[in-house]
């Protein structure tokens, strides 16, 4: 059954079809929310007022849903919940992009303490050095598997910014996880058309 | 590459236009795992949605609301409605198809009439039998009476009169 289907019954007070929504989405919208936030707690809460507010107003995803598939709408209403509570939280500076160069020096020493420690918390340090909007593009590139497309739709964003914004990331991590590289800071890229 | 089996279900193809695949860089950020999924987020979603129900007027409800039932229930529910409509028609056809022939209507009329008095009269008939049945008990038989001309007369004058059946205008 489709997800605009399931959403119908859902949002009529079909439990059935909202645990069949949640079960499916659910990993997708966590995972994305808890490597843009760095916290379980607050990845939880995104995302269940996320789906909350699928329900509430399921006429907000009909409206995009023309052009937007579920699970793109869900990624764009938690990127604006976990950027809410950036903003709260008094990171507001640090979701546009600022000076790369200043930001990797300042973060070269962090990770060369590092060294030592688990690769997987220096990978979670490393992404949470990059901006939010590069952290975002980055996230639903790598790890979520989104088309540039599909980013562009979640960002609000057109596709050449996107793919500015994940090269620089990309760029910006070689740096910082370069002790961690089997060829040091040297880019190793492949290029490839899928 | 275990990230990617966690994300195969949402595995998506990137569009035609020309992307840069770091498999290295990718390879590494593979080994930043997420938690998983506490059952605590999922209880706390579940009561906040049948909230959100409970909220609702009740007359929304009864017009939004739907019901879920397990499939062979349903099947076989459906089955009984097919068996029971099916065995409806065919009793239905088996009467004639014509209109059904209308009750004459009875219309009820007052007609006054004379009551005739009955009048029982009652008459003794005495029927002569020619002889006595055989078979029938003998009635005891009297004997008959004796003539006696002893005391008869002659009359000096006859006088004959004719009458006609009774009809006094002859």
Known sequence: ?194 | MNYLEENSPDRNPKPADEVIEDRELKNLLGEWKTPDITSSLDKRLLTSYRRQFLHRPLWRRWLTGSISLPAPVAVTAALLLCATSYLAARKATSYPLGPAPTPPAVKIVEVPFPVVQERIVTRVVYKKTDAPKAKESPAPVSPPPRIDLADFRPVSEIKIIVSHGGNDEK
């Open chain 1, 1 to 194: 059954m489709t997800d605009e289907r399931l959403l119908e019954q859902a949002a009529s007070g079909d439990e059935t079809a909202f645990a069949v929504i949640y079960e499916r989405h659910r990993g997708l919208v966590f995972r994305f929310a808890y490597r843009l936030s760095q916290s379980r707690e607050t990845a939880e809460e995104i995302t269940h007022d996320c789906f909350l507010s699928l329900i509430k107003e399921p006429q907000r995803f009909k409206t995009q849903g023309q052009r937007a598939s579920l699970r793109t709408y869900l990624c764009a209403a938690a990127r604006n919940l976990a950027f809410k509570r950036l903003r709260r939280a008094g990171a507001e500076t640090a979701i546009d992009d600022f000076s790369e160069q200043l930001a990797a020096a300042e973060s070269q020493e962090p990770l060369r303490l590092l060294l030592d420690a688990e690769v997987s918390e220096a990978v979670r340090k490393a992404i949470n050095e990059l901006p939010p909007l590069q952290r975002e593009a980055l996230i639903l590139f790598e790890y979520e598997e989104l088309s540039l497309a599909e980013i562009a739709e979640v960002a609000g964003a057109d596709v050449g910014t996107v793919k500015s914004r994940l090269h620089r990331a990309r760029q910006r991590l070689r740096m910082l996880l370069a002790p961690y590289f089997k060829d040091g800071v040297d880019i190793n890229v492949e290029r490839c058309r899928i």
